[in-house]
Nanobody
Framework: QVQLVESGGGLVQAGGSLRLSCAAS????????MAWFRQAPGKEREFVAA????????YYKDSVKGRFTISGDNAKNTAYLQMNGLQPEDTAAYYC?????????????????WGQGTQVTVSS
């Protein structure tokens, strides 16, 4: 079992930056594949980024490539999502997810562990 707690959300103007954190407890963090998803009001939850346990490969939603960076700090059992160049369309609740699997996926049902979410609001 693993528990995930997100933090770092907030209100920012368009073009600004935020760094989301996902603190994990339970099994060794380095054994997990981690991902970030987001959900805007009235929309389905969508994949944002993932980092694979195997080799640390990263994956991104096309619209965030070049603006968002996912990373992990094994010593701190924490995953991060650095978000630069934020736009109003990035406004959503952001969720951290984890799976005890070697490879990443863009599918939400691949990840059995979820945090409670942190709100990101980008004003124009």
């Amino acid at each position: 079992q693993v528990q995930l707690v997100e933090s770092g959300g907030g209100l920012v103007q368009a073009g600004g930056s935020l760094r989301l954190s996902c603190a994990a407890s339970g099994r060794t963090f380095a054994s997990y594949t981690m991902a970030w998803f987001r959900q805007a009001p009235g929309k389905e939850r969508e994949f944002v980024a993932a980092i694979a346990w195997s080799g640390g490969s990263t994956y991104y939603k096309d619209s965030v490539k070049g603006r968002f960076t996912i990373s992990g700090d094994n010593a701190k059992n924490t995953a991060y999502l650095q978000m630069n160049g934020l736009q109003p369309e990035d406004t959503a609740a952001y969720y951290c997810a984890a799976a005890y699997r070697r490879y990443a996926s863009t599918e939400a049902n691949y990840y059995p562990y979820w945090g409670q979410g942190t709100q990101v609001t980008v004003s124009s």
